[in-house]
């Protein structure tokens, strides 16, 4: 399949005049025809997960319409000074950066800079193009040519071979004769580096620059035939590193420039000044039915003078509020804050088509688009949810979801290493606010 360019295709869709361009943050739920004693009910739901020691705190956000029908905070920013959660709290996102990054690569598609099925060697010929078949006793590996080049697609989707399989392998022991810091569950103990880094090998702690951890990833064979599978994260970052390539920018500054600057969401970034550090909320862990204080070192990270270091697979942090902006902009079909971000056949093209093969390791019925994994029969969290939402999260427990049949975005974070998966709990309970489709949203 041959996508070309995208520049000459129309916006399509509703008109912008018909599109929330902000939020609604004070609608009539009567009018709306939501049950407040619903709405109860998930305000129970959530702080009785706080009173069971299932999570320190919960934020959750959901928007039908554009208009707000739940925005609210329980539990505790920091547990042991008794701080009390709020819904400006910064959380640290990691995975749900992933989005964005792609939102911001789609950008470069428009402007007619690249292709969604170029080859990524056609801007980076550095890019390996070989398999690894084999690893011998001494380390050494075999390796033959891939059946068909790597495209921006399959780095989008997560199924570009990078870093995967045998080569993970390889790479691992090498960062373990190297004594590399070790991983998220384990991370490396001391002054926290600049920035949020991935530790999947040890190498990222290594480099003060993403292009550096790319070069050196591109050292190594493919761990599969790109197209062929699903390893999910480590092909967001040289997604991330194309961008700085092609654009001539840094990811930071091209992400602000096309994505967050144009949205209004004023808190998300991959840095803060000293002061900020203090808004985000405190990661724990739940052991035995409590909570456990867990490393800061990745808040810690956003704080610091060299502020090279950025990663398209995760790093940003921010309010919820911030990217439920970034929600509405794909629920709209591309538009919100009065700007055009994508054009709809763009988020089309990214929410609509299955990239993955039918069996892959992502599980029975598991298919992802460009940046969303994609919701269907065989595979969604909860019940309700239909047939056309997409979504993701972060390793910490944020989760979101875009909803088109229904009209609705719908956010739900914690920050948490170890917790109880509560989120089809809620979601659950989301579905049950709505009223029949002829409703009167």
């Given amino acids: 399949m041959l996508l070309g360019t995208m520049v000459a295709w129309q916006c399509g869709g509703p008109g912008k005049d018909k599109l929330p361009q902000e939020f609604n943050f004070t609608p009539d739920l009567n009018l709306l025809g939501v049950d407040p004693e619903q709405v109860e009910s998930i305000d129970s739901l959530l702080q009785s997960f706080v009173d069971e020691n299932k999570h320190s705190c919960i934020t959750a956000f959901i928007a039908k319409s554009g208009n707000?029908?739940?925005?609210?905070?329980?539990?505790?920013?920091?547990?042991?000074?008794?701080?009390?959660?709020?819904?400006?709290?910064?959380?640290?996102?990691?995975?749900?950066?992933?989005?964005?990054?792609?939102?911001?690569?789609?950008?470069?598609?428009e402007k007619g800079l690249v292709a969604v099925d170029d080859p990524v060697s056609k801007f980076f010929p550095g890019i390996p193009d070989r398999v690894i078949t084999k690893v011998n006793p001494d380390g050494t590996y075999e390796t033959c040519p891939v059946t068909a080049p790597m495209t921006f697609a399959h780095l989008m989707s997560h199924s570009s071979g990078l870093g995967a399989g045998l080569v993970g392998e390889i790479r691992r022991a090498e960062a373990e004769r190297r004594g590399a810091p070790a991983s998220f569950s384990e991370p490396p103990s001391g002054t926290a580096p600049c920035g949020q880094r991935s530790y999947y090998y040890g190498m990222e702690y290594m480099f003060p620059t993403l292009e550096e951890v790319m070069l050196d990833l591109a050292r190594y064979p493919l761990g599969f035939d790109p197209g062929t599978e699903w390893d999910y994260h480590i092909s967001t970052n040289m997604l991330a590193y194309m961008i700085e390539r092609i654009s001539g920018k840094t990811l930071r500054e091209y992400v602000k420039e096309t994505i967050l600057e144009p949205l209004g969401m004023e808190h998300t970034d991959w840095y803060y000044a000293s002061e900020e550090l203090e808004r985000f909320v405190k990661p724990y862990n739940a052991v035995d039915g409590k909570l456990e204080p867990y490393t800061t070192m990745f808040s810690d990270g956003t704080v610091c003078e060299d502020q090279t270091y950025c990663e398209g697979g995760l790093g940003l942090n921010g309010p919820i509020g911030d990217y439920a902006r970034f929600c509405q902009m794909m629920l709209n079909k591309g538009t919100f804050n009065g700007r055009r971000i994508l054009k709809a056949k763009t988020v089309e093209l990214m929410t609509t088509i299955n990239y993955l093969p039918e069996v892959n390791s992502g599980g029975k019925g598991f298919r992802f688009g460009l940046g969303f994994e994609l919701y269907n029969e065989l595979k969604k969290p909860a019940p309700a949810v239909s047939n056309t939402a997409y979504?993701?999260?972060?390793?910490?427990?944020?989760e979101y979801m875009i909803d088109p049949e229904n009209d609705m975005i719908v956010l739900y974070y914690i920050n948490m290493f170890k917790r109880e998966f509560t989120y089809p709990k809620f979601l659950s309970k989301v579905y049950e606010l709505l009223p029949d489709k002829e409703g009167d949203y």
């Fill in 68 to 109: 707000v029908i739940y925005n609210k905070a329980f539990g505790w920013k920091d547990v042991e000074n008794r701080i009390p959660a709020t819904t400006e709290d910064y959380y640290v996102l990691f995975s749900q950066t992933k989005a964005i990054t792609t939102a911001a690569f789609m950008t470069l598609v």
């Fill in 391 to 398: 979504a993701w999260g972060g390793m910490l427990g944020t």
